[in-house]
């Protein structure tokens, strides 16, 4: 079992930035991969950015130079820095966290956060 917390959506202007975070707690074996999904008002949901556990990330074309996503394994909570925000990035962000719990499967669950909205707008 996961439980996560998400932080630091608001409102802002474009061109701003904003720096989302979100951390894990519970049972876990290790927490394999981290991400970032949001859903617009009348769209389906659609991955921002994802990172492994060793560090390999991947972005979605539309954030692409724009956002960041990082994580503290330590910490067990990853980032998503988004700077030069656009209008079309309002959305609710949801966290996803992928977690093993034993060292001894490949078995894995997806855990989601509460999600946190981000408006974009003058």
């Known amino acids: 079992q996961v439980q996560l917390v998400e932080s630091g959506g608001g409102l802002v202007q474009p061109g701003g930035s904003l720096r989302l975070s979100c951390a894990a707690s519970g049972s876990f074996f290790r927490i394999n991969a981290m991400a970032w999904y949001r859903q617009a008002p009348g769209k389906e949901r659609e991955l921002v950015a994802a990172?492994?556990?060793?560090?390999?990330?991947n972005y979605a074309d539309s954030i692409k130079g724009r956002f960041t996503i990082s994580r503290d394994n330590a910490k067990n909570t990853v980032y998503l820095q988004m700077n030069s925000l656009k209008p079309e990035d309002t959305a609710v962000y949801y966290c996803n966290v992928r977690a093993g719990f034993s060292p001894w499967s490949d078995t894995v669950s997806d855990y989601w956060g509460q999600g946190t909205q981000v408006t974009v707008s003058s």
């Open positions: 990172v492994s556990f060793g560090g390999s990330t």
